[in-house]
Each structure stands twice: as C-alpha cells, then as structure tokens.
C-alpha cells in the first residue's frame, strides 16, 4: 500500500528518532563488541529463517541481547536484521525503517529495566530464583513497548483503536484495544524470553557461547511444530469458509445464520463448562449445520410460497446430505454427527431418524438449540425477527419435548451473562416477500 497516511509516517519517524537517543551513548567501555556482532549476526540468521520459512517471529536471541548487553548496545541488536531482511510491499524504506525501530526501542526498554534491577549481576551469579524477577520485568517492558507501538501505528493508520471490541466490555474502548495486544503478545513472548534467560546464563558460564547456542535448537523445532500446527489450522479454517460461502450463495435467506450458530454453539458450551477443543469443535458444527443444502434444490430454498410435502421431504434431507459431504473430514470429530441429528427432537418426532433422547448426541442438541434461537431471532422469507427474550420464552416452553433443557438453560445463562450482539446480515435487508409457512411445525421455524 503505497499511500501511508502523515499521522504514520510521523509516528514511524518518532520512533527511529526515539531510537536514535537510545544508541547515542554508545560505545562504551562495558559494550563487548565481538558478543555485539555476534548477537546481531546470530539474530538475523534466525530473523530471516523464521521469516521466510515458518513465518513468525523469534526473540530468544534479541532478549538474551538484553539480559547481556547494556541497553544502548542491545538496541544495535535488530539493526542489522532489518537492513538485510526483504521487503517486498510499498513504501519499503518506510517499513524498513519501522521493522528497524520497533524492536530496537523494544529491547532497549527490556534492558533498561532488567539493568536497573540488578540483572546482569543476577545472571552472572546465576542465582536462582532471583534471575527471574529482572528478567520478567524487562519481558514486560518489552511487550509494553510493543503494544504502544503496534497500537500506536495502527491507531495512526486507519485512525480507530487497534484491536475490536467485545460487546460486554465494561472497560473504556480504547483502554480495552490496547490491552488486547499486551494480553496477546504477553504468554509467547515469555516462552521466547525464558529462552532468552537461559542463553544469557548459558553464555555466562564457563561453557560460554557455544553452550548457549544450543538453546536455539530445541526452540527452533518448536517453533516449526507451532507454524505447522498453525498452517493446518488455516486449512482448516479455509475449508470451512469454502463451505460456508457456498452455502450463503445458494440460500441467501441465510445469509449469516451458519457463523451467527456457531456463535450460539459456543455459548452453550462454555456455559456447560466443555473443554477448549470440544468448543472449537462445536463451533464448526455450528457454522457447518446446513452445509447439506448444497444438495437441495435452489428453488426449494428460495421459494416463496408454502412447501408441499414432497418439497419439505426434499428439504429434510439435507442432515443426510451434509454428513455425506463432511464424512471424510476428520478434524471435524463429533461434528459431523451434530450435522446429520441437528433436527432430532427430545420427543423423537424430529429427522432424519426420529431419535429421541440420550440417542441424540449431545452436540447435535446444541446446535438444535443454537439454531431454533437464531431462527426466531433472524428475519425470514416467512417469518420476522423475534426479541431475543422471546425466543428464549419459546425455547424453553419447547425444552423437554423439542430441546434439551440443560443447553437452553445454558443459553438463557450466557446471554443473561454476555448478551447477543448478531451482526447485520442480507437476511435483515432484503427486500420483503410474501409470507410463508415454516418447514415443520416447529416453533422456532428452523426446519428450512
């Protein structure tokens, strides 16, 4: 992106400068130049390895620059890596100078205050536990000045506060934005800096830097387990999107119900106290519920009169459908049978089996939850939108015969707590269409 607006480029150009009276001290008699030049050289080896090959960033090295160097000199750490490294979007000598500045000024301050409390003596005496107390303090200020800075760029750019929002923040906008990159940035770059501590120690010793490069290498291989695990995250991710778009193409009254589900589905959860990984995997149940009617008819789904029964037994085949469609996606586990039972009822007259009961799995009766209140909550070709307390009314006059009691009390639950906040979606501005009948005779209107 060439145009850069003047409040960041001025925002760039504080920091270099900021940079600038950082270093000037230097040199100094305390600054040993050869561990200088190899720390540097070390750092942008590794820089550009983790770069361009897993795609992340890696401070061990620069923060073992800090708990080694004095500050002035640690600032010189990042220099070299960022003169070399590639820099392929516009403008470049704008962002080369602010993938320079920001670390420097980052690791700067990291040093300043693990210096101040008496690090460089701790981690020559190596005395544990004490080692750690300057060392997480300038862990700390290392990620605070990264939060401003990043906050501040974007803030300078787009001119808004950096990070979204959740709608039941009781803290002030701004405050909350700026807090989210700290909290994100805090846990992986405390694992960086523990490696960081150990190479100074390391380096310290009478092993010396030999001993201490050899931390990098079990970092460097969790580091590639990370980036794998992340890419196939991604696909993962991309896969569902592929699915989720077609499926908004093809009904279009639908438009944002899939993620507005799995949102629901994730409420549930929570509030029912399920593992991470079961949430997560809730969520793809949610999101994908009706990926099966890409195998309906388009003008079964756009119709705008009442179905006959020979159109609602074709649309009711769609659980079967999208099962068939999932059936070989492994990372989507019980998922999948959450898409085929999504429209079981507690009663047993739901499909595409009529199970009833404990026979229905437990995710598929989230999602039956998730869906019905978003039905009722959304505006349809045959229905309008209903007040979220409605629904939740209607949800549990239903409980027990169509829903599981427990997850629409653990619905109610979490929206008392968090509340709803649905995006806008097609399906609340498209242009009005004759009435029409639900699917099944079900409340909520969720069979179509």
């Known amino acids: 992106m060439e145009a850069v607006p003047a409040r960041a480029r001025a925002w760039v150009a504080c920091v270099a400068l900021s940079v600038v009276l950082c270093a000037l001290p230097f ?218 778009q077609a499926v908004d193409i093809k009904d279009g009254y639908t438009r944002g119900h899939s993620e507005r589900v799995g949102r629901a589905s994730v409420l549930i959860a929570r509030e029912l106290g399920m593992d991470d990984a079961r949430v997560e995997v809730l969520r793809f149940a949610g999101i994908l519920h009706d990926v099966g009617k890409l195998g309906v008819p388009t003008r079964l789904l756009r119709k705008d009169g009442p179905l006959t029964p020979e159109e609602r037994r074709v649309i009711e085949l769609h659980p079967e459908y999208g099962h068939e469609m999932v059936r070989g996606i492994s990372f989507l586990g019980e998922a999948r049978a959450a898409i085929l039972h999504h429209h079981e009822r507690l009663d047993g007259s739901g499909y595409p ?33 209903r007040p979220v307390e409605t629904a939740v009314t209607e949800l549990r006059r239903c409980a027990g015969t169509h829903f599981d009691p427990r997850m629409v009390t653990a619905l109610a639950d979490a929206l008392d707590r968090h509340g709803w906040h649905p995006a806008v979606t097609a399906d609340e501005t498209s242009p009005a269409v004759p009435a029409q009948q639900p699917v099944s005779g079900s409340p909520s209107g969720a069979g179509r």
């Open 27 to 244: 040199p100094d008699t305390r600054t040993p130049w050869w561990a200088l030049t190899l720390l540097a050289g070390l750092y942008a080896a590794c820089d550009h390895v983790v770069r361009r090959r897993l795609g992340g960033t890696f401070y061990p090295v620069l923060l073992a620059g800090a708990f080694l160097l004095p500050p002035p000199a640690a600032a010189l750490v990042p220099l070299p890596a960022a003169l070399l490294a590639r820099v392929e979007e516009r403008p470049v000598r704008l962002r080369r100078v602010w993938r320079a500045a920001r670390p420097s000024l980052a690791v700067w301050g990291a040093a300043r205050v693990h210096w101040s409390l008496g690090g460089r003596d701790a981690v020559v005496s190596c005395h544990f536990p004490y080692v750690l107390v300057p060392a997480g303090a300038a862990v700390l200020a290392f990620c605070l000045v990264l939060a401003v800075l990043d906050g501040g760029i974007l803030a300078a750019g787009v001119g808004v506060p950096p990070a979204p929002l959740r709608p039941w923040g009781r803290v002030s906008p701004r405050r909350a934005a700026w807090g989210g990159l700290l909290s994100r940035s805090l846990a992986p770059v405390a694992v960086h800096g523990l490696a960081g501590l150990m190479m100074a120690v390391l380096w310290r010793s009478r092993y010396g830097p030999v001993a201490a490069l050899l931390v990098l290498l079990p970092m460097c291989v969790s580091c590639w387990v990370f980036a794998q695990y992340h890419r196939e995250r991604a696909a993962h991710q991309a896969t569902i999107r592929a699915l989720v």
């Open 353 to 385: 089996y009529g199970l009833a009961g404990a026979q229905i799995p437990e995710c598929a009766r989230v999602v039956a939850v998730a869906d019905a209140f978003d039905a009722m909550t959304s505006t349809r070709s045959y229905s309008r939108a």
